[in-house]
């Protein structure tokens, strides 16, 4: 993908760091301090930053520093959820030379540094900005949701079904905040997750394969994924890389338990992509309807309604970080 759109920005870079505190139950201010402490000993390095106070705050934050226009680079602090909301409100700008983004990963999955290759140690992840010379285009899932007429994007991954399903009973749970708080988010997901197998129902898929139509009665499991990691760090497409352009959709069937219980094995080991009861499809355009209504998942948040019909392609966005790979 091309990675040179954008002209070279000098050594005298501005950056506007935006910082969720409550990412990760409070991983994000514990970064922050430590970014704040890097930069301290770095003299000459321009920057400012601000503070999101709600849900949503930080695409408005995004959108008001593209306004102001005095910044050449915007770093988000926080987990994928905000680095979401952020891109969402830079897209919504619709710059002719978008404004690059760097990422200190500080949430609770971390799944886009995964698939990006971002340090998740903060001091790492920012020397990943600082030392990097031109911006990186990314691969941005975009979708259009008929059933409920709106649009949007995923860094990660569109989930219906089973991690869907867990996703909402973590969010509604009353223990979430003191798991987190303590740092033991992943068990409360995995704990959900053996409920959710056995409550979570079978489903109806219509996958449209380049014109082809592909049925699935007994569908439990739908991704369509950016990159390879899920749940974090659970390994769900099988190569995929973010900054080709390409998505990839994995449909799982609920034929027998035992089976299934097998298939979720593999989900949980990062070895479904090799499992036969996984449905493999890619491209850079996919067309699937689900019924009946299932719960939903965008970059580990739900939509305010069932998704029921999708369209999902393609687009991009630059970054100014020097992934790993």
């Known amino acids: 993908m091309e990675s040179v759109n954008l002209k070279k920005r000098s050594k005298f870079m501005k950056y506007h760091f935006i910082i969720n505190p409550c990412a990760g139950g409070g991983k994000a201010w514990t970064a922050w301090h430590q970014v704040q402490t890097a930069l301290a000993a770095k003299p000459g390095i321009q920057f400012d930053h601000a503070t999101s106070q709600y849900a949503g705050h930080p695409r408005e934050l995004a959108i008001q520093a593209v306004q102001r226009g005095d910044c050449d680079c915007l770093v988000v602090v926080g987990g994928d959820g905000t680095l979401h909301e952020v891109i969402t409100g830079l897209i919504a700008t619709q710059q002719e030379e978008p404004l690059p983004v760097g990422y200190i990963p500080a949430g609770t999955g971390n799944d886009f540094a995964r698939g990006y290759g971002i340090a998740t140690e903060p001091r790492q992840a920012l020397d990943q900005i600082l030392t990097n010379q031109h911006p990186h ?189």
């Open 137 to 325: 285009w990314i691969n941005i899932g975009h979708y259009h949701d008929f059933s409920r007429e709106c649009e949007g994007i995923f860094l990660n991954n569109f989930g219906i079904g089973f991690d869907a399903a867990i996703v909402h009973a973590t969010n509604h749970s009353r223990a979430k905040a003191f798991l987190n708080r303590h740092h033991l988010g992943t068990f409360a997901y995995i704990y959900k997750a053996v409920r959710v197998f056995f409550a979570q129902p079978a489903f109806r898929v219509v996958v449209d394969d380049d014109g082809h139509q592909r049925t699935f009665n007994h569908a439990f499991l739908l991704v369509a994924s950016n990159h390879p990691y899920i749940s974090g760090g659970v390994r769900i497409a099988a190569d995929q890389r973010i900054d080709r352009r390409e998505l990839e959709l994995v449909v799982v069937e609920k034929r027998h338990w035992l089976t299934l219980l097998w298939a979720m094995l593999m989900f949980a080991s990062g070895h479904l992509v090799d499992s036969r009861f996984a449905h493999l499809f890619r491209g850079t355009q996919l067309r699937y309807a689900v019924t009946p209504a299932q719960y939903g998942q965008i970059d580990g948040d739900e939509p305010g309604k069932p998704p029921l019909d999708l369209a999902l392609d393609c687009c991009s966005y630059p970054l100014w970080q020097t992934p790993l790979w």
